[in-house]
Structure formats: C-alpha cells, structure tokens
C-alpha cells in the first residue's frame, strides 16, 4: 500500500467537505499538493474527543501525518478550554505510535466560526446575492449578529437561519463550495490558522516556485 502525506479524522460531513475543499487550494493554503484520506467518525464530535487518537493510531505507519479535527460545541468537554483540550489530545498522540507527526484541533465554538469571512462568496453560498437587506444587516436585525462583532457569537445558528430565510437546503455541500472559494486570508479565526500553520509546516512550498498565493 503506498504511503500517503496525511489521514484526518472530521466529527461529520460538514467537516469532512470543509477540509476536502481546502486541501484542493494548496496555493492559496501555501502547501505543496496533499495526497490524502478523511474519515468521519458516526458519533461526531464527543466521540472524537474520547477516542480521535485511539481511531487513529492504527494509521501511523501508513501516513506522513494525521489529523484530529472536531467542534468544542458538542464535544462533552465544552467545560475545558479548546487548548487545554489539544494539549491532551497530542499528548496521546505522543504515545500512540505518531510521536509528534498528529495533532489535534479543536474549532470553537463549532465549525461555522469559519464560515464568517468578509467575503462575498458567503452571500451567494448561503443564498443572500442581490437580496435586501444585506445578509448581515439581517443578522444584526434578527439578533443573531452583535454590530461591532466580527461574527456571529453563536454561528452555527446565525449560518442555518440565513439558509432557511433564503429557502436554501442545508448540506455538506455548502461547505465544500465556501471552502473552494472564499479567501482563506480573510479568516481571523485561531483554531483556522491553527490549522493553515501546521499544514504550511508538515507540507512546505518549494520557496523556488513563483506561483502566487
């Protein structure tokens, strides 16, 4: 079986396409091309916190790295902060055969955090293009967005409610054609720039190349 550079393990679908689209902008991510798996584990998020590293550890000899990714919000250890969380977590992962080659992420509160760039691809996505009023002044309107805030306090949410005014079916889907094409600069979060910094540092451009970002 050849070797591949990286197995994740998502809480769910949502996940699962969110990392797909990415991984398939390794420019804009400034990475070399990543050969890899994702699974996703049927009980989610709490299932990955207690038994992510377990999961994995079967993959540690047949991958250069290996991911844990799932939400704080639902995880059953919403009690302890997401650092403290992936601290343990890589400590497992110490242990369990990947030494420092895995890591643990934890987005919080949940991943639609991520979904609340600037960018206008976030409109069309979720169904609000040339509607009236703006998506966020809605969301401002409706309560869901606090004026000064630089996203929605509870997104997940703000996300599915904008979907329903818009008559726009949720699914995985939707997550995927976010991650395909809104600016991954534009996104402040710490768990996304957790992640874009550890696979800059797992899977390194070649610095000959003059490809722009």
Request: charged share 30%.
């Amino acid at each position: 079986m050849t070797r591949k550079d990286l197995v994740v393990l998502a809480a769910d679908k949502d996940m699962e396409q969110t990392l797909r689209g990415l991984l398939a902008r390794p420019r804009a991510l400034d990475v070399r091309p990543v050969a890899f798996d994702v699974f996703v584990h049927p009980e989610h998020d709490a299932a990955c916190a207690r038994r992510g590293v377990s999961f994995l550890s079967s993959f540690a000899r047949r991958y250069d790295h290996g991911l844990l990714l799932f939400d704080h919000e639902g995880s059953g250890r919403e009690g302890v902060s997401r650092l403290e969380i992936q601290n343990a977590l890589n400590g497992e992962f110490a242990g369990s055969g990947w030494e420092q080659r895995a890591r643990a992420i934890v987005v919080s509160p949940e991943l639609e955090a991520w979904v609340w760039s600037p960018s206008p691809h976030v409109d069309d996505v979720a169904g609000w293009k040339n509607r009236q009023p703006a998506l966020r002044d809605w969301l401002i309107k409706m309560g869901l967005w606090s004026e000064g805030d630089v996203k929605p306090r509870q997104p997940k949410e703000a996300f599915r409610a904008a979907l329903r005014a818009a008559s726009v079916a949720r699914s995985a889907s939707l997550y995927r054609s976010l991650a395909e094409r809104v600016s991954l600069r534009s996104c402040a979060d710490a768990s996304f720039q957790e992640l874009r910094s550890t696979l800059r540092e797992w899977f390194p451009r070649d610095t000959r190349t003059t490809d722009r970002i």
